[in-house]
């Protein structure tokens, strides 16, 4: 009781971000410092903890992730046995709770066969170019999301674009609209959208929204959803942070997806905040990116927003065949779809061994044969993707990665250039973007595929997110995002290897302690 109260003084005075911030911090201190006294106090429950902490590293070494992340982890558990033990617990684990990995488990199993691949638009790949085919081959393995022919595709270079078509797509809905994001920020861009989507649902339409709890949490008041479901609007919350007694903080909903009565899909690095339409000035000019689809490739997201639905509200109506059908593609757009190349939708899931955004960037990275050229907010890489990028170059590809000018967490800009050296010294050419801070996800290779989604080159990002993106070959968008790199390498400064080896030395020595705990950060 006393606690309750204590918390709502705290809430009211500091404010829910600074809040959560500190019950965070006092979670990690409390846990750290319970295991740390009971081991000075009871010398067989230290010595238990050690051997528990011995096991965890072996445990550790056999998980089929990054090397990187083994090595911090058992650094930091091996000199450190009771504090380290006690953090890992806490944070070191890919995981959500138990119930909710459940869900997710039974929820794939329902929704098997949801989206079967046309066996035309397999065949037409194939003959198009095996190499491409097998990228998108693996995707439908491995991710369950086939490959089509009969979507458009429009890539925009600044979130203001996409914001102005969303509105008018949003206007034009019917019958559904699906949203799932992992900021939403009051301002002009989520004002607007709230008053089409109250009035949609006032309408009649079927309006969902979800979004992530952690990336909200600066910018939502708490239980949010319960105003959005006052307004009409059906809301739920990916994982929600619990202060005090929540202790499984990693993985997160990261994706960015909207669908328009099942034929009209957004997605890309776009969250719904002023900043990323440029509205709200924090960090210079928000470069950022985003593409729309029209077509058959938008029942991908459509699926992919039904699985998150049902497994936040632990339903399975939405994924029961006889209801899936009133939320295909074709079922609200009579006419033909266009042709466009082929477009692939895909998510990827922490919940499984399957790391899709990283293979798909290596697939893309490892066939290139001209040239790759990329778009990233942080550069935050393991071993295999630092191989692969510098192979690549080494053998005569034109590597270009293009990140921020103006950081938006100042030791994350710090760890991202202390992978600069390497990559320039196999010849891949790094651009910071001078204009402000650049927060697209995006690939382009050989002026034939190219990736835009949510998937950051980073450690959370490539293995402990939600994430989704789509892949294409030979689409419009393909070439817009090319152009789109050219233009903004024009805006950026290149960096040489002399800038990189004359930083002063209490900088190069943060960057290496910074490297040391990349995969935690």
Same mark, same amino acid.
């Given at each position: ?9 705290? !809430? ?11 019950s ?26 050690r ?10 070494? @056999? ?14 558990? #091996? ?20 119930k ?5 488990? &039974? ?6 066969? &949801?989206?079967?691949e ?13 190499d ?8 439908? *393995? ?12 429009l ?16 206007e ?20 607007t959208?709230? !008053?089409?989507?109250?009035? !949609? ?13 952690v990336g909200?949490?600066? +910018? ?7 105003? #959005? ?15 005090? %007694? ?15 009565d ?8 776009? @969250? ?13 000019h ?13 029942? @991908? ?15 399975? *109506?939405?994924l ?5 059908? !009133?939320?295909? +593609?074709? %079922? ?22 399957e ?9 893309? %990275?490892? @066939? ?64 910071e ?23 950051? #080159? ?14 294409m ?8 995002v ?7 390498i ?26 040391? #705990?990349?995969?935690?950060?």
């Amino acid at each position: 009781m006393f606690l309750t109260r204590l918390y709502k003084i705290l !809430k009211k005075v500091l404010g829910r971000p600074f809040l959560v911030i500190l019950s965070i911090l006092l979670q990690i201190l409390w846990f750290a410092a319970f295991i740390t006294v009971l081991g000075f106090r009871y010398p067989y429950f230290a010595g238990v903890v050690r051997g528990l902490s011995l096991l965890i590293v072996l445990v550790i070494l @056999n998980r089929r992730v990054s090397s990187s992340y083994k090595l911090a982890w058992t650094l930091l558990i #091996l000199a450190l046995p009771l504090v380290g033990f006690a953090i890992y617990l806490m944070f070191g684990n890919s995981r959500v709770a138990k119930k909710t990995r459940e869900q997710f488990r &039974a929820v794939r199993r329902m929704s098997e066969g &949801a989206r079967p691949e046309d066996p035309e638009d397999r065949a037409a790949i194939e003959e198009a170019d095996p190499d491409a085919a097998r990228q998108s081959r693996y995707l439908r *393995d491995y991710a369950d999301c086939p490959v089509y022919r009969s979507t458009e595709t429009l890539y925009f270079p600044e979130g203001d674009d996409l914001y102005k078509v969303m509105i008018e797509e949003l206007e034009k809905a019917r019958h559904f609209i699906f949203m799932e994001y992992f900021i939403i920020d009051n301002g002009e861009m989520w004002g607007t959208i709230l !008053k089409i989507l109250e009035r !949609k649902a006032h309408e009649g339409l079927d309006v969902r929204i979800i979004y992530d709890d952690v990336g909200c949490v600066g +910018t939502l008041p708490a239980k949010f959803y319960k105003e #959005l479901r006052e307004r009409g609007i059906k809301c739920e919350v990916f994982n929600p942070f619990r202060p005090i %007694i929540s202790v499984i903080l990693n993985n997160r909903d990261h994706r960015k997806i909207m669908v328009i009565d099942g034929h009209t899909g957004f997605t890309g690095g776009i @969250n719904l905040a002023d900043e990323y339409i440029n509205r709200k000035q924090r960090f210079g000019h928000w470069k950022d990116t985003g593409i729309m689809l029209h077509g058959e490739a938008v029942w @991908n997201f459509t699926v992919m927003f039904l699985q998150m639905w049902s497994a936040v509200t632990g339903t399975m *109506d939405d994924l029961r065949m006889e209801t899936l059908k !009133k939320y295909h +593609t074709d %079922i609200w757009h009579a006419e033909a779809f266009e042709e466009d190349g082929f477009v692939q939708p895909y998510g990827d899931s922490p919940l499984d061994d399957e790391t899709v955004g990283e293979n798909v960037y290596l697939h893309i %990275i490892n @066939n290139a044969q001209r040239y790759v050229h990329i778009f990233t907010p942080y550069l935050i890489i393991d071993e295999q993707m630092m191989t692969a990028l510098c192979l690549a170059a080494k053998s005569g590809v034109d590597v270009r990665i293009v990140t921020p000018g103006i950081p938006d967490k100042r030791a994350i800009f710090q760890l991202s250039r202390s992978y600069y050296a390497q990559l320039i010294e196999a010849g891949v050419h790094i651009y910071e973007y001078m204009p402000g801070f650049l927060h697209a996800k995006c690939f382009v290779c050989d002026d034939e595929i190219a990736t835009v989604g949510t998937v950051n #080159l980073d450690f959370r990002s490539l293995y402990m997110h939600f994430e989704c993106g789509v892949w294409m070959y030979r689409s419009s968008a393909v070439a817009q995002v090319r152009e789109d790199l050219k233009n903004t390498i024009g805006l950026s400064k290149e960096i040489n290897l002399e800038a990189c080896i004359s930083e002063k030395r209490i900088v190069r020595l943060l960057q290496s302690l910074l490297r040391l #705990l990349a995969p935690m950060l």
